[in-house]
């Protein structure tokens, strides 16, 4: 027997404000076909005045919570993925143990940029399969538009804030790739890339939170690439190919770059989940996000094959496969 991560529940919550791509038109030489064409985006959701990540995290967790049927004394470990936290310290996790009412157990923040979520599933299920907790709350919020240059065309049209969630909870398993739950994990990163995507503040530099900035050109010729590679090695790792994936769930920031990852996997796009039009890039939230979207749509069923994988900032990127 193996012990395995298995999802349990799922969760999503979007601020209530839609701003639709011709808000843009009104401040900036932008137009609604140019978002749509370059990006596939047409509106995205932005938190309210004083709506915080964990404010958002927490309409999520709950969701997850409810549909798995779970309370929350029996979760033992949460794992957030933000890069926008409600504060510099504490950590966003800590901050939504409040709020749902964990007095137990520990919390803790993952940055990874957009490739958060599959670093938090990934260390969520280290935490399982070493034993250290039976059942984790994985959680992807952010709030981009706080950290958005209006002045910037290139960039500010593109993200969105939201959050999703999944419980996983420890199953003892077969061992093959027929099993439920967390299968595996391909995680990389390369600081050389920096400049690529950053945002230009920070405690240690300047003291504010700084805005995003993003040469989203270079970044799109190394996504392709680096996503189907990814995507590759965590399949090999399990002695699966491309056949065998029911739902590509990609970080959703672009749908060229999901169309292109698709194509090369030989997935065709009727099988990949897609959000991006009606969030926007919600960075470590995104695939959270659609996962839950993909559920609530009956798409994603038990038992499907799926592969999440995304790349962000750092260069951070990474991919995890699971059975549903
Ligand atoms: N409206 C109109 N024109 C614009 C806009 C806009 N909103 N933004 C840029 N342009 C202009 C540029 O100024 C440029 O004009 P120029 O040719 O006169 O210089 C022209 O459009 C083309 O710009 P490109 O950057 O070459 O456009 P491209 O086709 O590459 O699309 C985009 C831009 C959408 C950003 C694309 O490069 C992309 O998606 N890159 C990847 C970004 C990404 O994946 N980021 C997320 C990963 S990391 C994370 O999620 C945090």
Not at 171 to 199: H, I, P, W
């Amino acid at each position: 027997m193996t012990r395995r991560a298995v999802v349990k529940g799922v969760g999503h919550y979007l601020p209530e404000r839609i701003v639709p791509n011709s808000e843009f038109e009104k401040t900036l030489d932008t137009s609604d076909e140019w978002i749509r064409t370059r990006s596939g985006i047409e509106r995205r959701h932005f938190a309210a005045e004083g709506q915080t990540t964990s404010d958002l995290a927490y309409e999520a967790a709950k969701h997850a919570l409810d549909n798995a049927g779970m309370s929350v004394d029996e979760i033992d470990a949460i794992v957030v993925a933000t890069s926008t936290p409600d504060l510099t310290f504490p950590s966003v996790g800590t901050m939504l143990q409040k709020k749902i009412g964990m007095t137990r157990g520990f919390a803790f923040d993952v940055q990874a940029v957009c490739a958060g979520f599959v670093y938090a599933l990934t260390n969520a299920n280290a935490l399982i399969l070493s034993g250290q907790c039976d059942t984790v709350l994985v959680v992807g919020a952010e709030t981009f538009s706080r950290i958005m240059d209006w002045e910037d065309r290139a960039t500010c049209v593109l993200f969105g804030d939201g959050a999703g969630a999944l419980i996983l909870k420890a199953e003892e398993g077969s061992g093959d790739n027929t099993d439920r739950g967390v299968l595996s994990a391909d995680l990389n990163s390369d600081g050389r890339y920096k400049d690529m995507l950053f945002v230009d503040g920070g405690v240690s530099t300047t003291g504010d939170s700084g805005k995003l900035r993003m040469q989203g050109n270079a970044l799109f010729r190394q996504a392709v690439e680096k996503l189907t590679s990814t995507a590759h090695t965590a399949l090999t790792k399990i002695g699966l190919n491309d056949d065998a994936v029911d739902w590509i769930v990609p970080h959703q920031a672009n749908i060229r770059i999901i169309q292109g990852t698709a194509k090369k996997m030989g997935v065709p796009m009727d099988r990949v989940i897609l959000t991006v039009q009606d969030h926007g890039n919600t960075s470590a939230a995104s695939i959270p996000l659609a996962l839950s979207v993909g559920v609530e749509r009956g798409q994603i069923k038990q038992g499907d094959l799926i592969v999440t994988e995304a790349i962000g900032g750092g260069l951070a990127w990474g991919s995890v496969v699971l059975r549903w």
